[in-house]
């Protein structure tokens, strides 16, 4: 939905489309700027999309074509951010969406991602029936990569690399959020903030390929060396059982 507050730019990278025509419609309009590149990956494509932002403060929205944003959430978003200037991040309640029955459909998608005891990450709430469970103001963890808002200052710390490009899909989220959070920043997670998501694989594990889950056990073995933790012998085990069972 067109958002209540002023935005500077639009910025969509399509990374690796075999058909660009549903790009057709935002060619010729003002304030949209299209990438078009080969498939170089989540990170990578985003971090080309950051590559063409000029502002130097503000915010930035890292927002996958299938979420979607009520009216009034930048708005909202902006709020939290003037509420908690140590906030890197700022996220909320994404609730699953069926686009084929076009509609909510009553479950949460994310809550935010944590961690459990022995070393798995999990996007809090995935699956459950929306209520009030997790209707509190807090910090989190690590914040999923569908729908991340975003302060400049930080993030032009980087030099441009806001995700490590060496994860290619999956886990770049959360390695964006231990970074955050290791120099100092926050991320907050206010339930206020609602929007939608249409998550891929209908969150059945067995419908998603080989080579995806793969690559998921593979990523959480690198984020664990880039940031050391005893969780590391968990994710060596994901691994093997991945890619020797195919669990």
Known sequence: AGQSVSITSIIIVDSGSTDTHYLDDFAQKEGIKLILSDNIGFARANNLGFSE?????????????????????????????????NAAIV???????????????????????????????????????????????????????????????????????????DF???????????????????????????????????NKRGRIPFALRLMAAKNEVMLYRKHPSPYILWALMKYILVRVFRV
């Open 53 to 85: 932002i000029t502002d130097q403060d503000g915010i930035v929205v890292f927002l996958n074509p299938d979420t979607f944003l009520p009216e009034n959430f930048l708005s909202q978003a902006i709020e939290v951010f003037n509420e908690n200037l």
């Open 168 to 202: 290619f899909l999956y886990k770049e989220d959360i390695e964006l959020s231990l970074r955050l959070r290791r120099d100092g920043w926050r991320l907050i997670y206010d339930p206020r903030l609602t929007a939608c998501h249409c998550r891929g694989w209908q």
């Open 91 to 165: 996220s909320g309640k994404l609730l699953g969406f069926n686009p084929e029955q076009g509609g909510e459909t009553g479950k949460i998608d994310s809550t935010g991602i944590f961690r459990k005891w022995y070393g798995r990450w999990y996007d809090r709430g995935k699956g459950e029936n929306d209520s009030d469970r997790y209707n509190l103001i807090q910090q989190v963890p690590a914040v999923c990569g569908a729908l991340m808002v975003c302060r400049m200052e930080p993030l032009h710390r980087y030099n441009g690399v806001v995700f490590d490009s």
